[in-house]
């Protein structure tokens, strides 16, 4: 698999840089794990006037169920022949550090590309830093985060 990474960014960004580690390396990864072989990701980054914007695009299966993608424990199964060993937890753990972050996730198909683009704040707000310590993954039915 062929990667073409065009990367843009002119200043500091002043986020959490884990949760972005996060939700960078989970995307790529995926893109990775549905592309078929001999076909090309391209990894995007640039900034606007307050926001990081970051998008994966990747060759392979559309995904069907576009509403259920960030969903917990989805999971898509593509015509490959490599074994997918994902418990549909990726997307669902990116949205929610996106949006905890104060930025937003969207999917699309671009032409034949799955395109998956994410914006964040550069600087974020001072509450969403100040909840920092009460950082969540799950919810349960019954309201214990873990």
Not at 116 to 138: G, R, Y
Request: net charge negative.
């Amino acid at each position: 698999i062929k990667v073409d990474v065009l990367l843009s960014f002119e200043e500091l960004i002043d986020n959490d840089r884990d949760k972005c580690f996060l939700i960078f390396q989970n995307l790529i990864e995926n893109a990775f794990e549905f592309s078929p072989e001999g076909s090309i990701i391209t990894i995007k980054g640039y900034m606007d006037d307050k926001n990081m914007i970051f998008s994966v695009y990747n060759l392979g299966n559309h995904i069907k169920e576009q509403s259920q993608i960030f969903d917990t424990f989805y999971n898509e199964r593509s015509d490959f022949s490599r074994v997918h060993h994902g418990l549909g937890l990726g997307l669902a753990i990116v949205k929610h550090l996106v949006n905890f972050l104060g930025g937003f996730i969207m999917y699309t198909v671009d032409e034949e590309y799955n395109l998956f683009k994410i914006s964040l704040p550069i600087k974020p707000e001072v509450s969403t830093i100040a909840m920092e310590e009460e950082s969540f993954v799950f919810e349960n039915e019954t309201g214990s985060r873990f």
